[in-house]
């Protein structure tokens, strides 16, 4: 058998088993995994370092696949190359309810899968952070531990995504020359050809950018071959434009939408048989093929092994920390360095806002855990983001620095973010103003989907932002936060609260978190001397009564302080009242329903106060409670006058209470 | 005094105005009005075609700063040229409570506004739905009646938010040639220099997308003067790099970041007045110079004259329609057109997919309403947003169609909407998938900020999309949008509710709707013969209990059909059982409280059901009540199992109803 034949063969097996499972699916898209068939065979037959035996290998090669819809590809080739998860089976079970082959591939559900996409634009700017996070991890540990290359693959749909500029804007910037993309350059989108949407030269957009840039013959594996080789040896980012025939091999739909995303039907599978010479029954893989595509598996056999002699080899001390960031461990020692930032916040006192707070507990975080990697999506200065430790910017050549300049490009900087944290060794943080969340909400999705460690600094957290205006005032953004499952959204009262807030975000390891903080200054709350968490149930009585409680106040953040003086207020007019501070909605709903009934309590009148709308609040204090906060978008002006404007102030709440106390 | 003297003072007088008003407010953005004052000055001064005294006048050009923090560049503008809403007390008044000059330029606020701004990017994107309207409604109404420019002033950070690519591909492919855009080219961000995040050389991005690009001096005014007439004879859309220095004038802080977002100081204004030759009084601008500023204002008078004298000339139905089409007046038939859809459907009887129930919709009302312009995210089959009087794409060189083919760009194109709704004379509606919906959000924001009439078809609304998987089953995103004021989400349960829907989202003027519509199949649920337009109540009894009602279920969408199965099996077992439909939270909560309460009743056991988190449902049936949706993401799976597997059942509606009963 020629190589050109054996290539064929191995090719042909992802489009048999990608045409087979999506017809005994009875859904799926088989259009990409057959265009981008050859591609694939070259790249995992030829060209990636992987060992299926040991699929987190930390030094393997990435591989993304950005455009997720073509799944089918990576399962055939992750069940080819003899992943010990992936067996036929598992191929026939495609997009079944718990297989491990969904619709879309799927982090943490299919061993070999580096991140979930579908969404379109994400995997290609997750490959921005799994490239730096290579770079920087190599720049501490050196070449002989790291030392791999990204490789992703994207659609037309993954180039016309605005989070695609960002990327390549930031591949180009930071100089991620072991990135290579290869995109399927097929022409077809869902509603037809290309030109009905974009006219865009990519070669010369990546180029635009300080990318290296090659278009190739998709079906041709020679060249694409060469691509890759060429792409390895310049200095920039790759893109290797593959110019393919999307459903490859089917005789009347190749070449058009028809085949993006429906099963072929069994006439057309019977044509695409014929046409590629593939005589087996549906689901079968005749033994030769099989034999040559597990041979690939096992071609970075030899690497794996001396990688590993070099894991060995190394000082131990440096050998225990890299298998410590791999792990994802935490030092032991953050409990202490967050408990001396708190004894010294209460030693200080004052008023600092909790986002000065957040960098005071940085300053120490980042001290002591070499695994954070800051970052601000251009406001360094006000997310205050930038600590001692993380002073030195990654600046190419030069990848030891612990900050990185993501540029206004939060959505970029959220799914970069994603890749830091999927590759190892790094847990990311990064910041912007919380009404920008807006920006970024699909890669903060993503991350509480695939159940990762990032952590998202958001500043500016209510209509405290003054003269800015409703633009930059979030109202909704808390609530549409506390929205996405597996996402802990922390709106913290004091240095304290923000000191437990950042400890259990970085203690949460299977989900990303959210410090909500303000730009104005807050009064110190937490000033008793107790070393409880108290933040990690969710919600907890920050001031009890003087006597059995006629008022409960319950406050987030800024709010909260606000709480307290409403409640000098109203005791002083002999009314007992209790403050309940809750930094966290998911933590507080996570507590046994007794222990939640006793920090609700049962005082007649519950008053519920966050400067943003109330919906989530009413899981917290029940509908029947009152509410002070907004209804609507904020206005610009001086902060206090903004707050007075739309009510939000002591003597509203004491109103609140006091009528609600008459009826 | 020679015309470059004249220039300058014209120019210094913005950069005046700018110091001082942000020096006033103690908080503000001089930097960009400083760098920016030259262009804006040749822009208004010699080339926008505009009337103070009727601004909306609908041939002017459009001017649109996407760079919203420079608010004071326009604010200076508006004054200077003799807006009669805009005096020295509102310039003094700059970002104070209530004033006209917020922080950032809104739209609805402040007369000559076009756009909200300051979320960067927005403006830019923005941009294409104006000048796509305008060679839109040129191709409807003829040149005499349409010919003008869109001008727009974009950062750097609007260039490097993804939404900026996506703008540049559309106006590209749509070939804007009458789309010109200013790009202060100043090397400064908020962290500092750009080469901190950027590498990309903005020419050839442009470029490389279709556009023609050139770089000028942007404090040179004959240079400036040169490029907008050369940006005016090319096919393309137009990039003008204006090299600039940021804060031009501040002796020590020009060129740096620390002019971009704080008050320069007393002693930085002094030094600033003294380089500009400036000596006038704060605020005071002298009366040859706002004399020059003032004539500006009147250049196009004649121009403005000369349009009114050809409408006047125009067919009278023509005129009236042009007239009716700015004033965004619906034609009166369209109760007609609605209630035919649902007496058809009602005859019809059937299961629909709710976006199969909206195509039905739409054919009939794009039928009747030449406003409505049509498109889709690249998912025109999914979404079923295409109809017969949309058939005709907008395909340059031809503009007379009415379907646009966005591409696979959620952001651009929910932007691009706003702008065309902005524009006048035309209602957009765009379709993706309602988990997209994030992907948009901030400009959904907006266009609920700004209160303009933007319509959302988002399709495949819950677990009910079933094998894409989590990736693609929105559970959030409906509490998510529901969360974002002045924004109406419609999640209607059959083809009559999908029609109430569009009327009262057409009929909405004042803001964005949202239709959230299935994939799957529903049965006709309001079979009755009343022509009342009961989703206009947000919620409503839908079937009454056979006695006093034991047990009421409120649900949405593809749940009401589920709950009136439910309510079959109670009453069989003999539980008297309603259904309340609740196809719009935000109308509901409108309604009276009295009403409110009827319609929730006072059944002992109320349940909501959603396929989707219950996060806003406590608002409509308290927290007291039942719930049964979703608590975390979906899963991958044929629709039907994947329901089944988390619970969303008639049986686990039943067995909660029972469970319930026997407390």
Redesign the interface.
Request: hydrophobic share 25%; proline share 6%; glycine share 16%.
């Given at each position: 058998m020629s190589n050109r034949d054996k290539h064929d063969r191995m090719a042909n097996a992802i489009r048999a088993l990608s045409m087979d499972a999506v017809e005994a699916?009875k859904?799926?898209h088989p259009g990409m995994p057959m265009g981008m068939a050859d591609v694939a065979t070259v790249l995992f037959g030829k060209v990636l370092k992987f060992d299926p035996t040991d699929p987190h290998w930390p030094d393997r090669d990435r591989f993304i696949l950005s455009a997720?819809h073509g799944s089918m590809l990576l399962y055939s080739l992750l069940y080819l190359v003899g992943y010990e998860g992936m067996t036929i089976e598992d191929i026939k079970n495609f997009?079944?309810?718990?297989?491990k082959t969904?619709?879309?591939p799927?982090y943490g559900h299919t061993v070999g899968v580096e991140t979930?996409?579908?969404?379109?634009g994400q995997g290609l700017a997750n490959s921005v952070g799994f490239a730096l996070a290579e770079r920087m991890l190599a720049a501490q540990f050196g070449s002989d531990l790291v030392d791999h290359y990204t490789y992703v693959i994207v659609g037309?749909?993954c180039l016309?995504?605005?989070?695609?500029?960002?990327a390549i804007?930031?591949a180009?910037?930071k100089k991620l020359s072991k990135l290579i993309v290869m995109w399927d350059d097929n022409h077809i989108?869902?509603?037809g050809s290309t030109d009905?949407?974009?006219?865009?030269?990519?070669l010369?957009?990546f180029?635009?950018?300080?990318w290296d840039s090659v278009r190739v013959d998709g079906h041709d594996p020679d060249a694409i071959l060469a691509a890759i080789e060429h792409a390895k040896t310049t200095d920039k980012p790759s893109l290797i434009a593959c110019r393919t025939t999307i459903g490859y091999g089917a005789p009347t739909k190749s070449g058009t939408n028809a085949v993006h995303g429906s099963p072929l039907g069994a006439a057309e599978i019977a044509g695409a048989r014929a046409f590629l010479h593939w005589d087996s029954e549906p689901f079968v893989i005749p033994s030769d093929v099989l034999d040559c595509w597990r041979l690939a598996g096992l071609r970075s056999r030899q690497a794996h092994k001396s990688w590993t002699q070099r894991l060995k080899e190394a000082d131990l001390d440096k050998r225990a920390e890299f298998e410590r960031r791999i792990r994802g461990e935490l030092p032991s020692k953050m409990g202490d360095v967050v408990a001396n930032v708190i004894t010294k916040a209460r030693a200080d006192g004052g008023a600092v806002a909790t986002r000065k707070s957040s960098e005071i507990v940085l300053e120490a975080l980042t001290a002591a855990l070499p695994e954070m990697v800051g970052g601000?999506a251009?406001?360094?200065?006000?997310n205050n983001t930038k600590t001692k430790a993380t002073s030195v910017?990654v600046m190419p050549p030069a990848y030891d620095g612990r900050y990185v300049?993501?540029?206004?490009?939060?959505?970029?900087m959220a799914a970069a973010m994603n890749g830091i944290a999927l590759h190892g060794g790094f847990v990311p943080y990064g910041g912007t103003f919380l009404?920008?969340s807006?920006?970024c909400?699909?890669s903060i999705?993503?991350a509480?989907?695939m159940g990762i460690r990032v952590v998202y600094v958001f500043t500016h957290d209510s209509i405290g932002v003054?003269?800015?205006?409703?633009?930059?005032q979030p109202?909704?953004q808390l609530?549409?936060l506390?929205?996405?499952?597996?996402l802990l959204v922390f709106r913290p009262c004091d240095t304290v609260e923000t000191a437990e807030a950042w400890k259990l975000a970085m203690e949460h390891k299977t989900g990303p978190s959210v410090l909500a903080l303000t730009r104005q200054n807050l009064p110190l709350l937490r000033t008793d001397s107790s070393e409880r968490c108290r933040t990690a149930k969710g919600g907890y009585e920050l001031a009890a009564a003087s006597d059995e409680a006629k008022v409960s106040l319950f406050a987030s953040g800024s709010e909260v302080s606000m709480a307290m003086a409403a409640r000098e207020v109203l005791e002083g007019q002999g009314v007992p009242t209790r403050v309940v501070s809750v930094p966290c909605f998911e933590l507080f709903l996570n507590q046994p329903e007794e222990s939640r009934r006793q920090v609700v309590g049962k005082a007649p009148v519950k008053i519920a106060i966050e400067a943003a709308?109330?919906?989530?609040w009413?899981?917290i204090v029940?509908?029947?409670a009152a509410f002070v906060g907004m209804?609507?978008?904020g206005?610009?002006?001086?902060a206090p006058?903004?707050f007075a404007?739309f009510g939000i102030t002591v003597d509203g709440v004491v109103q609140t209470a006091l009528s609600r106390l008459e009826h």
């Open positions: 699916a859904s799926g997720g997009r079944q309810l718990g297989s969904p619709g879309h799927e979930t996409t579908g969404p379109l037309d749909g016309m995504e605005g989070i695609s500029e960002e804007e930031l180009g910037n989108t869902i509603d009905l949407s974009v006219s865009t030269n990519q010369a957009r180029e635009a950018s300080g601000s251009d406001l360094t200065h006000s910017d300049n993501w540029g206004i490009r939060e959505h970029g009404v920008f807006d920006y909400r699909p999705r993503l509480a989907l003054g003269e800015d205006g409703p633009t930059h109202v909704e609530a549409a506390r929205a996405i499952p597996n709308i109330r919906q989530g009413d899981s029940g509908s029947d209804t609507g978008f206005a610009s002006g001086p006058e903004v404007h």
